[in-house]
C-alpha cells in the first residue's frame, strides 16, 4: 500500500485530535475543502473533478520520465533492476507530450519516479517547456541528490515535490533503500525544501512538498 500526504498534513493530524478527514455533520463540502490540506497537483476537490469531468478533459498526466536511473535499490522496487534501460520515452518526445497535454486540457504532470528524475539533466528543459505551458509538474525524488543550489533553482517553476518517506528511522529506512547514509541526506534535502516554503500553503490554499510511503510489514509500525 502506498500512503501519499502532503507534509503539513502530518502535523495536521496530530494536533487536531480527532480524525480531521470526517466531516462534521454541519459543514458543507466547500467548508470541508477549505479545511483540509491539499497537495497541488494530486489533490483535487470535488468542483475541480466535476468540472474536469463534464469538460471531458483529464486533471493530470503521469509522464514516464527519460532514462530510467536510480541512485537506490529499494527492496520494493519493481522498476527493472534499477539500472537505466532504453525502452523509456526519449526527451524530445516528452517535450512533445507536454504540448499535446496542454492541447487536452490537463493542467497537473506527473513524473512518478520513473527511476530518479534528478538523476537526469533532461530535467530541466523538461520543466521549462511544462512552465511555458502553463503546466504544473508533480516529481517524485528519493532527494539523496537535491542540494540547496537545485532547490532554489526548483522554487522558479510550477512543481510540488513529493519525497520518498518509508521510515523516520536512519537504519530502517536505509536497509529499505538498500543504500548506506541515504537518509541523512533525503532529510537534508527536505529540510532544505521547508526552509525553501514548500510547505507553506500558496494563494490557493495548496501545498508544493509531500511525502511519499510504502507500507509494509517492516516499517507499518512507524507509520501506525
Excluded at 537526469?120 to 528519493?142: C, M, Q, S, Y
Excluded at 536497509?175 to 500553503?201: C, H, M, S, W
Excluded at 495548496?206 to 507509520?223: C, F, R
Aim: charged share 30%.
Amino acid at each position: 500500500m502506498c500512503l501519499l500526504l502532503s507534509y503539513n498534513t502530518i502535523d495536521f493530524m496530530r494536533n487536531f485530535g480527532e480524525n480531521p478527514f470526517a466531516t462534521p455533520k454541519a459543514e458543507s463540502e466547500a467548508e470541508r475543502e477549505k479545511r483540509l490540506p491539499k497537495l497541488r497537483g494530486i489533490d483535487f476537490s470535488a468542483s475541480e473533478i466535476r468540472e474536469a469531468i463534464e469538460a471531458d478533459k483529464p486533471l493530470q498526466i503521469s509522464l514516464a520520465f527519460p532514462r530510467r536511473k536510480c541512485n537506490l535499490k529499494c527492496c520494493y522496487c519493481y522498476t527493472t533492476e534499477h539500472v537505466e534501460g532504453d525502452r523509456s520515452i526519449q526527451s524530445e518526445r516528452a517535450l512533445e507530450l507536454l504540448s499535446d497535454a496542454e492541447t487536452l486540457g490537463a493542467k497537473n504532470v506527473l513524473l512518478p519516479g520513473y527511476g530518479e528524475p534528478f538523476l537526469n539533466k533532461e530535467i530541466w528543459p523538461v520543466l521549462d517547456r511544462a512552465a511555458a505551458l502553463g503546466l504544473h509538474v508533480v516529481i517524485f525524488t528519493n532527494g539523496a541528490v537535491l542540494d540547496h543550489e537545485k532547490i532554489e533553482r526548483l522554487k522558479k517553476y510550477p512543481v510540488t515535490l513529493v519525497f520518498k518517506c518509508n521510515s523516520i528511522d536512519p537504519g530502517k529506512e536505509d536497509k529499505i533503500a538498500g543504500v548506506k547514509n541515504y537518509t541523512v541526506k533525503r532529510n537534508k534535502a527536505l529540510q532544505e525544501a521547508i526552509d525553501a516554503g514548500f510547505n507553506k500553503p500558496d494563494e490557493n490554499g495548496d501545498v508544493h512538498l509531500g511525502i511519499s510511503t510504502m507500507v509494509y510489514k517492516d516499517n507499518v509500525a512507524d507509520v501506525i
